[in-house]
């Protein structure tokens, strides 16, 4: 009775200082819904995971929006942000018609850039060195501002325990958590 192949939202309004712990507001919103197939089926014959973790369908208005969809083999799917100041509200087919462009103009300047050599001149190679390309620059990142960091340790954080969001949670009400910086990281991290 918990069909995977609809979108569902839950909205919360979560104050400043706990909106960067996205994780740990996760597992609380999973926690209800897993427990409540855990009393149902019993900890030896439970269902599939994709069925005990699916969050209560509450969509609204917060500054917190967490999205679930269950897909099976392969998919991709464009996550598009229209800010109120843009001034005009993106579509899909903007989305379609931007990747397009972007995906021809960079294989035309990877093309004039990496003359590929005999015998890898063919199609497959060039779409595996775009790929290759295109995976090692996909994490550059440059971050400046200030951090929220708990620098307590405290064991909860191991996640070791089956109920390790409890634990989590405990460890965090004693507010151990301090802003730091200003700091600056430039970082490459390969997206795959």
């Known amino acids: 009775s918990r069909p995977g192949d609809v979108t569902l939202v839950h909205s919360a309004e979560v104050s400043e200082d706990a909106i960067w ?8 919103k999973l926690q209800p819904a897993a427990m409540a197939v855990q009393e149902e089926y019993g900890m030896e014959n439970p269902p599939p995971a994709w069925q005990v973790y699916r969050m209560a369908h509450q969509p609204g208005k917060g500054n917190s929006h967490i999205l679930q969809r269950t897909y099976g083999g392969s998919f991709e799917f464009d996550v598009i942000f229209s800010s ?36 890898f001149k063919g199609e497959q190679y060039q ?24 620098r307590s340790y405290a064991p909860e954080y191991e996640e070791e325990s089956e109920a390790f969001w409890e ?3 405990q460890a965090r009400e004693r507010q151990a958590q301090a802003l730091e910086g200003p700091y600056e990281l430039f970082t490459s991290v390969p997206s795959r």
């Open 167 to 169: 634990e989590t949670r």
């Open 21 to 28: 712990q996205a994780v740990p507001l996760l597992f609380q």
């Open 127 to 150: 779409r595996f060195g775009k790929s290759m390309f295109s995976n090692l620059l996909g994490g550059v990142g440059y971050f400046h501002g200030k951090q929220v960091i708990d």
């Open 84 to 119: 109120a100041s843009a001034g005009k509200e993106l579509t899909k087919e903007d989305v379609t018609k931007t990747i397009a462009a972007t995906s021809s103009a960079f294989a035309d300047r990877f093309s004039s850039i990496f003359e590929l050599k005999t015998p």
